[in-house]
């Protein structure tokens, strides 16, 4: 195995949470050799990452009070701690994520170091779920339960005899149900500062977080994503809403996409092929004449149909390996936790996506989802 270097905060760098599970704001270097793992870091952090199995390095060990005495300028101090800190744990070759800092990268070299990018060998690293991250998508998972739970009271409880959705007296908006929203995750311990509640024309714009008061009749696609803040992992799930009678297409749209949703989870296991997947699902939906990524023109910006990728992996990324897409990519592995989003999309109209997030097993999957589907609320 080669020798490992990662540079950055927990709060930011999955690759850096995965390895030291605590919430660390300020940035350090994580070292890794013959399998001894250490960490070069502040003083004030070193109680805070004693006993998990870490060889601990202070700055004040590594001499950074020496190295300010020989006029090394404070931004440029953890360049040279990193290098003693390298010299101390013998690393002379190490391989870094894509996104390790430039700076130290070019400073190490210049000290006879030899540091590569491999942002994949990271990727796999962090496929397969700890117990302590996937308990924490599993609590945030529940977290976006109980938070669908108060958006769809909201939108059950809303006067839908006007142009616009009315409850307790005020336009039902996009921006009054996710602060509802939040307000469970608060109380949930997860954090999200994005949501999508977005309603009409703006749910045919895949991330079009959603604005404005909510019509009758019209689409309403709820996406959540929140992180739980003991682990940093996140869950993904996405409904679809309509208030009130629902267009003949809507209703066929949601039908099929529930399909869709089912036949892919059926074979989500070990082994299986997230493109074959994906290919799977845009051949269900190009039966039932909806464009596809796989029947556009080459180059042609597809707006409608389906038009994104069959899902994704999540852990300490939002969206993370192994891709289920246009991209071919390995096989799936016992213990990744992916999602399974297909959607239908019309500009003008609006869109129907439903998301479920799995954890992949030997012989199939467990949902770890557990919410209905229905459209109305």
């Known amino acids: 195995m080669p020798d490992v270097l990662i ?11 995965h390895e030291v599970p605590v919430p660390i704001p300020d940035p350090f270097l994580y070292l890794e050799r013959d399998g001894r793992r250490a960490v070069a870091i502040h003083s004030i952090e070193v109680p805070r990452v004693r006993g998990l199995d870490l060889d601990v390095l202070s700055w004040d060990q590594l001499g950074w009070e ?3 005495d020989q006029g090394i300028e404070r931004e440029q101090l953890y360049l040279h701690v990193a290098g003693r800190a390298c010299r101390v744990i013998g690393i002379t070759s190490a391989v870094v994520p894509a996104a390790f800092p430039l700076e130290l990268a070019d ?12 942002g994949k060998s990271f990727a796999r690293r962090r496929r397969v779920k700890t117990d302590e991250e996937l308990a924490g998508i599993r609590r945030a998972q529940r977290a976006c339960e109980a938070a669908m739970d108060t958006a769809r009271a909201m939108l059950r409880d809303a006067d839908a005899s006007g142009d616009v959705l009315v409850l307790d007296g005020e336009p039902l908006t996009s921006e009054r149900i996710k602060q509802a929203i939040g307000d469970v995750f608060t109380a949930h311990d997860v954090a999200a500062s994005e949501m999508i509640v977005s309603h009409g024309g703006q749910s045919a714009v895949g991330h079009d977080m959603g604005s404005g008061p909510i019509a009758p009749g019209e689409p309403i696609v709820i996406d959540l ?3 739980d803040r003991e682990t940093g ?3 993904d799930m996405t409904r679809t809403y309509c208030v009130g009678e629902p267009p003949v297409e809507l209703v066929e749209w949601h039908t099929l996409v529930k399909r869709a949703l089912d036949e892919a989870i059926a074979g989500v296991r070990a082994g299986a092929s997230g493109n074959a997947l994906f290919r799977a699902t845009c051949e269900l939906f190009s039966q039932h004449s909806h464009k596809t990524l796989l029947t556009k023109d080459l180059g042609e910006t597809l707006e409608e149909g389906f038009f994104h990728g069959l899902g994704h992996g999540v852990g300490l990324e939002v969206h993370e390996d192994p891709g289920m897409g246009l991209a071919p990519a390995g096989p799936l592995v016992d213990g990744d936790v992916v999602t399974v989003e297909p959607g239908l999309y019309r500009p003008g109209f609006g869109g129907c996506r439903l998301e479920d997030i799995l954890l992949v097993t030997a012989d199939g999957c467990e949902n770890l989802t557990d919410y209905p589907y229905d459209l109305a609320p």
């Not at 540079?7 to 949470?17: A, F, H, I, N, V």
């Not at 070299?109 to 990018?117: D, F, H, P, Q, S």
Request: include cysteine; hydrophobic fraction near 40%; charge should be negative.
């Open 233 to 235: 992992c996140h869950a």
């Open 107 to 118: 400073f190490l070299r210049a000290e006879g170091l030899e540091v590569v990018a491999d």
């Open 7 to 17: 540079y950055g905060d927990t709060l930011r760098s999955p690759e850096l949470r």
């Open 225 to 227: 994503w929140p992180r």
């Open 66 to 68: 020496e190295l300010l």
